[in-house]
């Protein structure tokens, strides 16, 4: 029922851009229902379904689009620019031959006239203006998903990193509230508690060697790895530089699309 839920409020860039990373997020939390809950949690189904359809998914998904779009300014800011601005001026794309083409093609599509290098150095706003109503030019005429899968493609895997990264803030704390709680259900099943609270060296040995490793449950063992995992990610992978490979790629993608136009 939430699968046919999803399917029916979320189209695909939705899914893969605001929801999963949505999703990310909220996964500790439901690890930990899972680990304390293994008994009732699958009988929770009705539950689930009813939050959906309360909104709870559209509610997450729509915050995440939030967040990444209020990164998404501080990531301009950092770059110098929009990706496609970058790669659109004189004094910062990495490959200038292939800029004078894109200029004279962009002349030929927008009717736009294009600034030269010096008309850009002397007026660097105007000519960023300039570069962004191509760009939006261009956004407009590959709206076609199917025309122009690859810039689709790419654009989804920029929605998502960009939205991961806004949301990890929130990612670390629920990630780091799993791995504590299932962390401290685990090491509560095994007795490792009772090394700190004995007070002796002979008991605290004893206790030592009577630690219950096969006490603590398998599921609520995967769910604290899975935690950490994430935990991990959210510090180390999920970062600017991460999100930055993603947008490059969509601007040059969507740079390209202008030697298919008619």
Same mark, same amino acid.
């Given at each position: 029922?939430?699968?046919?839920?999803?399917? #029916?409020?979320?189209?695909?860039?939705?899914?893969?851009?605001?929801?999963?990373?949505?999703?990310?997020?909220?996964?500790?939390?439901?690890?930990?229902?899972?680990?304390?809950?293994?008994?009732?949690?699958?009988?929770?189904?009705?539950?689930?379904?009813?939050?959906?359809?309360?909104?709870?998914?559209?509610?997450?998904?729509?915050?995440?689009?939030?967040?990444? #779009?209020?990164?998404?300014?501080?990531?301009?800011?950092?770059?110098?620019?929009?990706?496609?601005?970058?790669?659109?001026?004189?004094?910062?794309?990495?490959? #200038?031959?292939?800029?004078?083409?894109?200029?004279?093609?962009?002349?030929?599509?927008?009717?736009?006239?294009?600034?030269?290098?010096?008309?850009?150095?002397?007026?660097?706003?105007?000519?960023?203006?300039?570069?962004?109503?191509?760009?939006?030019?261009?956004?407009?005429?590959?709206?076609?998903?199917?025309?122009?899968?690859?810039?689709?493609?790419?654009?989804?895997?920029?929605?998502?990193?960009?939205?991961?990264?806004?949301?990890?803030?929130?990612?670390?704390?629920?990630?780091?509230?799993?791995?504590?709680?299932?962390?401290?259900?685990?090491?509560?099943?095994?007795?490792?508690?009772?090394?700190?609270?004995?007070?002796?060296?002979?008991?605290?040995?004893?206790?030592?060697?009577?630690?219950?490793?096969?006490?603590?449950?398998?599921?609520?063992?995967?769910?604290?790895?899975?935690?950490?995992?994430?935990?991990?990610?959210?510090?180390?992978?999920?970062?600017?530089?991460?999100?930055?490979?993603?947008?490059?790629?969509?601007?040059?993608?969507?740079?390209?699309?202008?030697?298919?136009?008619?």
């Amino acid at each position: 029922m939430v699968i046919d839920f999803i399917e #029916k409020n979320f189209d695909d860039y939705n899914r893969k851009a605001r929801l999963a990373p949505a999703l990310l997020v909220s996964l500790p939390i439901a690890l930990i229902v899972i680990a304390f809950f293994p008994d009732n949690v699958w009988s929770w189904g009705g539950v689930v379904s009813l939050l959906a359809w309360f909104g709870i998914l559209k509610l997450l998904a729509q915050l995440a689009r939030d967040m990444g #779009k209020a990164k998404e300014k501080e990531l301009y800011s950092a770059w110098d620019g929009k990706p496609t601005t970058y790669f659109l001026r004189h004094r910062t794309t990495p490959n #200038k031959v292939n800029l004078v083409h894109q200029h004279s093609k962009l002349h030929e599509l927008t009717g736009q006239s294009m600034p030269n290098e010096s008309e850009e150095l002397a007026n660097p706003d105007l000519a960023d203006q300039i570069y962004d109503t191509c760009t939006q030019f261009l956004l407009a005429k590959t709206r076609d998903h199917n025309k122009f899968f690859l810039i689709y493609e790419e654009n989804c895997n920029y929605g998502f990193r960009r939205n991961l990264l806004g949301m990890k803030p929130l990612g670390i704390a629920t990630s780091s509230i799993g791995v504590i709680f299932i962390g401290v259900q685990c090491t509560s099943k095994i007795g490792l508690f009772n090394m700190f609270t004995s007070w002796r060296t002979d008991s605290l040995t004893q206790t030592g060697m009577n630690l219950q490793f096969s006490s603590c449950p398998p599921l609520s063992l995967v769910c604290l790895l899975v935690s950490f995992f994430l935990l991990t990610t959210w510090l180390i992978w999920i970062n600017s530089g991460w999100v930055k490979g993603a947008a490059d790629a969509y601007a040059i993608r969507l740079l390209e699309s202008c030697e298919n136009l008619p």
